[in-house]
C-alpha cells in the first residue's frame, strides 16, 4: 500500500537578523497509514518547524508532500482549507490553543461549522460523541476551558483535532506541559484513538521515552536536517549516528540497568543562522574526522555492527 | 546521622493567604550531601526551598509554624542584615528560568563579581578577576573576553552556567537549585549535572535539588523525599526509594513512567487529579486516588516514620 505521506526534500527558511534560518533542510521521509512517526531533537533542530510545514500552516521554500497521494505543495488555499480536513495537529500549550471565551462545545464542534458539516443537532451530536472519546464529561460542553485542569485541557484540543475524522495527526509536545500522572493518561488516550481510528501520527517531543513509548519509527534531528531515522527499538537500543549517540546516552534513568556511557557533548548547539559546512554536527562531534568537514553526509543506509543497515548521515558510517 | 545537619527543616507550616500550602515539612541534609525533593506541580517543593531560604513574599505567604536550622542557626529568627549576610554566601541559588533571575542591564562579569564585593570585602579589580576563574570553573571557556557579555547574548545553558558562577562564587556550603535543568536541552542538562556534581565533589559542598524529574533525581542525589499536596510523604535514600517506594503514591508514580513500561502497552495511571491546597480533608491527601485506601486513611493522617526509610502511609507497600 503507498504510504499516508511523503515528503521529500522539504524546506523551510526564515529570516532573521542573523542572516536566513534553514530551519528544514531538506528532509524526507515517509509515513505507513497507521504508522506513527516519532521525530526528535533538541531547541533549534527544526522539528516542529517541520511539522507545521507538513501542514502547510508554514510555507515550505522548496520540497514536496504528497499526502494520501495527493502532491499537496500544489493546493491553492482553498484547496489546502478543505485538505486539511484530512491532517490535524495538536500543540504543547492546551490553553493557548483554546479561545477562553468560547464554550467547550463550540471550541470543539468549530471545525464541523468551518467545514459545513451536518446540522446544528448533529453537530451537536458529533461533539458528545467526541468529548466521549476523549473521556471527558458529556456537561463538559457547557463549559469553559479554564474549568478544567492541564490534562483535561489537552484533551479538548484532542477531541476538537479529531472532530472531522482525520487520518493524519500532528502531535507537537502533546504532553510535555503536563505532570507525570497526567502525561500517561494523555498518552493512553492517543494510543486508544489510534487503535479504534487508525490515526497516523507525526509525534514530535523532546522527551525521548515519551517517543519511544508510542512510536513506530524514530528520527532523530539536528540542525534542519535528519541525522537518522528507523525503527523505535533499534534507534533506541542501538543509534548509529554520533549525535543520536549523545542525544539518548543523556538522558537520566531511574532503573539503573538502562542508564548508559553519558557521552558529553562540547558546548552547543551551533547559531542556525551560520552552520558549520560539511557536516553540521562535526563541531561538537567526540569523532569527527578532516572529511567531515569537506561535504554534508547524505541520509542513507548505512552498515551497522550486528544489526540490518540504518538509514544514517554520517560520513563516518559506511554505505551499506 | 553522625555529623550534626548543615540545613534542618523541622514541622514547616506555610500558608498563602490563608490556606495552608506546607504542612509539618520536616528533612535535613548532611554537609556534601545531596537530597531531591521531587513531586508534581503545586505539591510545595519549590514552596519548601523559597521558604527555606526566606524567599517568600509575605504577605500572602505566612509561615505558620516549625523551624529553619541553617548551620544551627533559625532562619526565622534572623534579621535581614543576618540573613543577607548567608543568603548568596553560605548559601547559593539557582531557579529554573535564568533569564528572569539575571539583571539584563548589567555585564556577566558585574553580576559575579557583585556577590565577592558584597559579602567578601573584595576590590573590584579582585573580583572580577576571580568572576574570570568562575566562568572558566562552569566551562564557559575565554572567560575574560566573556565578562563584558550581557545576559541575552548567552544561550540558555549559557545563562545556567552564569548562574551556577554566581551561586557558587563565595563557596557555599548548601547549593539550593530549583527546576536548574528544566528548561534546557538534554545533552546541556547533562553537562549541567556533571558540572554540578563536579563542583559539589571538589568544594565539599550540600545540595538541595528540587525537581519533577525522578530520572534526574535518581542519577544524582544521595536522598529523596517525595512531596504529595503539601506534605512529605516518603523519604529514603535514592537507591531505595527507586527500588523499593513504600508509599503508594511514589509507587504509582513511577509505574506510570513511559520508561517503566514495555514499549507501546498501555500505562498504568493515577485516578483523578492532586486536591488543590484547602479541600485536602483530613486524612491522607493521596487516599482518594489511592488503590490501596483502607478505611481509616480518609479520617486519619498517617504519621511519617522509619529509618533511613521513612513512610506516612497506613498501608504502605511491602519493604522487600
Redesign the interface.
Known sequence: MSPLLEVRDLHVRYEARGGTIRAVDGVGFSLARGEVLGVVG??GCGKSTLGRAILRLVEPAAGTIVFDGEDITRLDRRGMVARRRDMQVVFQDPFGALNPRHRVGEIVGEPLVVHRVGDRASRAARVAELLELVGLPPDAARRHPHEF?G?QRQRIAIARALALEPRLLVADEPVSAL???????V??LL?DLRARLGLSMVFIS?D???V???SDRIAVMYLGRIVEIGA??EVFDAPAHPYAR??L????????S??RD?I??QG??PDPAHPPGGCAFRTRCPAAEPRCAASAPALAARRIAGAPPREAACHLLEAA | MAEAPLLAVEGLTVAMGGTPVLEDVSFSIAPGETLGLVG??GCGKSVTALSAMRLLPHPPARVLGGRILFEGEDMLALDDARLRAIRGNRIGMIFQEPMTSLNPVFTIGDQIAESLVVHRGASGAAALGEAARLLDLVGIPAARGQLGRYPHEL????RQRVMIAIALACRPRLLVADEPTTAL???????I??LVGRLRREMGMAVLLIT?????V???CDRVAVMYAGRIVEEAPASRI?AVPRHRYTQ???R??????P??R?????AG??PPPGARGAGCAFAPRCAAALPRCAGELPPIAGAPHRVGCWNPAEAA
Open positions: 533538541e531547541s485542569s490534562g505532570d507525570v500522572s497526567i502525561q500517561s493518561q498518552i493512553n494510543s523532546h525521548l521515552s515519551v519511544r513509548h508510542v523505535a527499538a549523545a542525544l546516552s543523556a538522558v537520566p534513568h531511574v532503573d539503573p538502562r542508564r553519558r558529553l557533548l552547543e548547539m | 508534581e506541580s544561550s540558555g545553558g549559557q536541552d538534554v545533552t546541556v542538562q547533562a553537562q549535572l556533571d519533577h524529574d525522578l530520572g534526574v535518581a542519577e544524582t527507586f504509582a508514580l513511577l506510570t513512567m513511559p520508561a517503566a513500561n514499549p507501546g498501555r500505562l498504568p495511571s493515577i487529579t492532586v
